[in-house]
């Protein structure tokens, strides 16, 4: 008898060991993005009160650290590329199972997919792979997978595919030669689940189309269900269409149908295609018809910060006991931007990144800069300074100083004039001068330019000096809005 229960018992640790050696296996071998996607989800995931749906266009469109800095909210972006809808379905039941939002924001962009998948099967790795093994996942790849007629871009058969997601070991196991640092330390997301993509992009010219397509596909059935599983558990959901340049009519007949469904269901819908005013698609484009860069999603992730908070009633949750995390989060976050913005070595990238409310911005244009004469560098200039407010009664967005803030560039590329402005996120106040000899005073200090010299002095008491090239278009000094400090200044020439 002893000597039986000594095997069972040998025979439990055995499997117990070779299960713990296979998972671990399967985690080093496989590829990392979904896990450095996803973990930082489940690790916040009680705490988070809006969940962000969606393709691509969502990924790139809405940062949730930035809805924490300005509207205390807590939200984390699942959006990945070519996401169905029915995978936006089934990744929320997966987040459900450990969380409980305040509300669901669900982008339609691919509504009028009549696969359940994509042909990208890595990208439906990226998913699920992230996602603990559970009854829901089991389902969500029995109900994804069920299609023998569904193939991927390569011409494999999901119903093939199928337990490679569920061992991703069987997919994974000859990248042994392939593995790094990365795969042992991975670099999980820093923005929570968000992309920023870096590129300002000429936009394609489009038209805006009043049809409206009929339901089909899956996109729309699976849209329905997203908006019966959160009623069910009395969750709001607020369904968009991100701003883009719309590439075709058939694209937009498709979203337009979706307004009468979200009428019919009884949920708001906000399809940014009509809104022109929330984005500027000369500064605010990645590429030329489909993903916004950080401009553009940080005009949008602030529109969406007052919707949620006014119509969601979603809570503030800045100063609160327990939240700390988010607040470290952020710091790392701002820290990330820096670094980024350090990186970009086109004029027009690192101007465009300038629109955020952590860099005060200081500018000197000498007289008679060849910036004066680029239409498009002048316009992402005057971006810097944009402001997004909101009607109370309707939450219309409007920049609060048109599309060209800086009243006194204009002036000053009429007249060729020498320009000096401070964009002071401290105070929320823009100051510009004119003249060769000028000076401004800032919350974090100051600027002044006499002749070929651009000074400016931060919150430290400190004055750095730059002499100017001979030729150059324009000075721009960065000032970390959290310390006060000069960052990093820029001399660009044309």
């Known amino acids: 008898m002893k000597k039986t229960v000594l095997r069972i018992v040998k025979a439990v640790l055995f499997c117990s060991i070779l299960v713990t050696i296979i998972a671990g296996a399967s985690v080093l071998f496989e590829r990392k993005e979904s896990r450095e996607k996803l973990t930082p989800f489940y690790e916040r995931a009680e705490q988070t009160d ?14 949730p650290l930035e809805l924490w800095r300005d509207y205390g909210i807590t939200a984390y972006n699942l959006a990945s590329y070519n996401n169905t809808l ?48 559970s009854r829901t996942k089991l389902a969500a790849l029995d109900d994804l997978m069920s299609d023998p007629e569904e193939m991927d871009d390569y011409g494999n058969r999901y119903v093939d595919l199928k337990k490679e997601y569920i061992f991703p070991l069987a997919l994974y196991h000859s990248r042994w030669s ?6 042992i330390h991975p670099s999980y997301s ?6 920023m993509q870096i590129h300002v992009a000429e936009p394609a010219e489009y038209a805006i189309v009043a049809d409206a397509a009929g339901e089909q596909g899956y996109g729309f059935v699976y849209l329905r269900r997203i908006v019966e599983e959160c009623r069910s558990r009395g969750i709001g959901v607020l369904l968009t269409n991100v701003p883009y340049p719309p590439a075709g009519e058939d694209d937009q007949a498709y979203s337009n149908a979706v307004y009468y469904v979200a009428q019919e269901l009884g949920v708001e819908y906000i399809d940014f295609v009509y809104m022109d005013q929330i984005v500027d698609y000369a500064t605010d484009c990645y590429d030329p018809n489909s993903h916004l860069n950080p401009s553009g999603a940080r005009k949008v ?23 700390a995390r988010w607040d470290s989060d952020y710091d790392a976050y701002v820290n990330d931007k ?27 244009v000498p007289e008679g800069s060849g910036l004066y004469e680029d239409e498009r560098l002048m316009r992402l200039v005057q971006n810097i300074g944009r402001r997004h407010l909101f009607e109370e009664d309707t939450y219309d967005a409007v920049f609060a100083d048109g599309l060209m803030p800086l009243e006194r560039l204009t002036e000053a590329a009429a007249t060729g004039e020498a ?61 970390d809005e959290r310390t006060d ?3 990093m200044v820029r001399e660009y020439s044309l």
């Open 178 to 183: 392939e593995l790094s640092e990365e795969d």
């Open 190 to 195: 820093r923005y929570l689940g968000a992309q």
């Open 338 to 364: 820096m670094q980024l913005l350090r990186e970009q070595t086109s004029i027009d990238s690192f101007l465009m990144m300038l629109h955020d409310p952590d860099f005060s911005v200081c500018l000197s």
């Open 419 to 479: 320009y000096l402005a401070v964009i002071d996120r401290g105070s929320g106040e823009i100051r510009e001068t004119l003249g060769s000899e000028a000076e401004l005073e800032a919350s974090f200090g100051g600027v002044q330019r006499s002749g070929g010299w651009f000074a400016v002095s931060d919150g430290k008491g400190l004055q750095r000096e730059f002499g100017s090239r001979e030729g150059h278009t324009a000075h721009i000094a960065v000032i």
């Open 485 to 487: 400090e000069i960052v």
């Open 50 to 63: 809006v969940l962000l749906l969606g393709d691509s266009h969502m990924l790139s469109a809405v940062y």
């Open 86 to 133: 029915p995978v936006s379905y089934w990744l929320l039941r997966c987040a459900l199972d450990v969380c409980t939002p305040k509300a669901v924001v669900v982008d339609i962009n691919y509504i009028n997919c009549f696969n359940r998948l994509s042909g990208s099967s890595g990208d439906v790795h990226t998913a699920f792979d992230g996602l603990p093994m």
């Open 301 to 323: 992730t602030d529109y969406l910060g007052q919707i949620l908070s006014g119509w969601y009633d979603v809570p503030d949750h800045r100063g609160e006991a327990g939240y």
